[in-house]
Nanobody, 122 residues
Framework: QVQLVESGGGLVQAGDSLRLSCAASGRTFITYAMAWFRQAPGKEREFVAAIRWSGNSTYYTDSVKGRFTISRDNAKNTVYLQMNSLKPEDTAVYYC???????????????WGQGTQVTVSS
């Protein structure tokens, strides 16, 4: 069992940065791939970024490549999403999720956090 709690969202202006954190409980955190998804109003939940358990492989959706960085600290049971050069279209609720085998598909993930709101004003 893994419980996930996100933090770090907020209201920022276009071009600003935010760092999201996702704290995980459970001693098996290190065995899970972790991902960030986001969901804007009226839209489906979409993949943003993912990282393998070892931290040595990361994956991003095209719209955030070069702006967002996913990382993890297995000693702290925490995964991060550093978001730079934020745009209004990045506005969404951001969720972290855990799965033993990395996937880009939301419904394949076993554990989810409650989400944190990110709002980017123009």
């Amino acid at each position: 069992q893994v419980q996930l709690v996100e933090s770090g969202g907020g209201l920022v202006q276009a071009g600003d940065s935010l760092r999201l954190s996702c704290a995980a409980s459970g001693r098996t955190f290190i065995t899970y791939a972790m991902a960030w998804f986001r969901q804007a109003p009226g839209k489906e939940r979409e993949f943003v970024a993912a990282i393998r358990w070892s931290g040595n492989s990361t994956y991003y959706t095209d719209s955030v490549k070069g702006r967002f960085t996913i990382s993890r600290d297995n000693a702290k049971n925490t995964v991060y999403l550093q978001m730079n050069s934020l745009k209004p279209e990045d506005t969404a609720v951001y969720y972290c999720a855990a799965k033993q085998r990395l996937s880009y598909v939301p419904h394949e993930y076993d554990y989810w956090g409650q989400g944190t709101q990110v709002t980017v004003s123009s």
